[in-house]
């Protein structure tokens, strides 16, 4: 972690508006070169509930906002079947938060270690300022950067202790927009079981 990106604000920032600002006008991180946006979050900075995301792709880059393409379409679709409102009950950001560009052609590509490593900083100053009681990691970007590790197949589903709050691990809506199998075993049944222990637990510590 590049304690150092704070080094000269000892209480980091005073509220989230700053932090929003200050990221805002960032000219020295990694993917500013590459000329994309800066993507940070959508949703309510006072709910309890906070989904991390891995990068934005063309539509965040273009409208400024986390999880708005079809990944976002059916993010919202999970969650409006547990009951949540996305905009009021949610907040939502990304691990990364500007488009990472494409290699060799490629329009988008995963972000490096490096990019993960450098933004993670900004995610966890998000995440103390938010103060979430649960946390949805969503794909091995985001567990990366919270957890330090992947394999999203074996670890989704399961409850980890981040600091006093409860992260999940769970599909990508991408991951499910390519696997759309409906068997019971898999990724969207699996998925629809971990979001209604996320509601339990939700209306056992916020409720």
Known sequence: MQLGLFENRPNYFASFDDLVDYMMKMEDDPLFPAGTNMVIYRGNPAAKLMIIGEAPGTNEDRLGK?????????????????????????????????????????????????????YQPYLLEIIRLIDPVIMLLTGNVAMQSMLGQTGITKLRGQWFDYNGRFAMPIFHPAYLLRNPTRTPDGPKALTWRDIQEVRRKYDELVR
């Open 66 to 118: 986390p999880f708005v393409g079809r990944s976002g379409q059916l993010l919202d679709q999970i969650l409006n079947a547990a009951g949540f409102d996305p905009e009021e009950d949610v907040f939502v950001t990304n691990a990364v938060f500007r488009l990472p560009p494409g290699d060799d052609g490629k329009p988008l590509r995963k972000p490096t270690n490096d990019e993960i490593d450098y």
